[in-house]
């Protein structure tokens, strides 16, 4: 049984590793390659939705001026496709989708922003003191 295992099953063994190694090494370098992309991707978006916070914040103008929303996200666009113009053609996002991307990221950083009120306040809060039963 040794024998058959030293002369039969590791030189089958040794050879098939041999022949995959390559292939998974290649796999290995692509999968760090796309997550490097990703990774780098991710945070010049950021940038392109801090850019376009920066123009709202600049403008003067309320959050729900579509003018100048629109003209904040116009900035965070070019942005974009000034500092990934190669990534954005070989991903195919065109400009609409990356005025998706930077409006989604530019409402993840107004979400946090204590100074923005979206809503209406002028409705008075019901207390339970308030509360007839």
Do not use: C
């Not at 801090?50 to 309320?62: D, E, T």
């Not at 990934?84 to 530019?106: N, S």
């Amino acid at each position: 049984m040794t024998a058959t295992v030293q002369n039969l099953i590791l030189p089958w063994l040794d050879a098939f590793v041999t022949a995959l190694l390559p292939l998974l090494f290649a796999l290995g370098l692509a999968w760090l390659r796309r997550h490097h992309l990703n990774t780098t991707f991710l945070a010049i978006l950021g940038q392109a939705a801090g850019a376009a916070y920066q123009q709202l914040v600049q403008s003067g103008a309320k959050v729900t001026d579509s003018v100048s929303l629109h003209a904040a996200l116009a900035e965070g666009v070019s942005y974009l496709a000034a500092n990934l113009p190669r990534a954005m053609q070989a991903q195919g996002i065109t400009p609409e989708r990356a005025a998706a991307m930077v409006a989604a990221e530019l409402g993840r950083l107004l979400a946090v922003d204590p100074t923005i009120n979206v809503g209406s306040s002028s409705a008075p809060a019901t207390t339970s003191s308030s509360v007839k039963a």
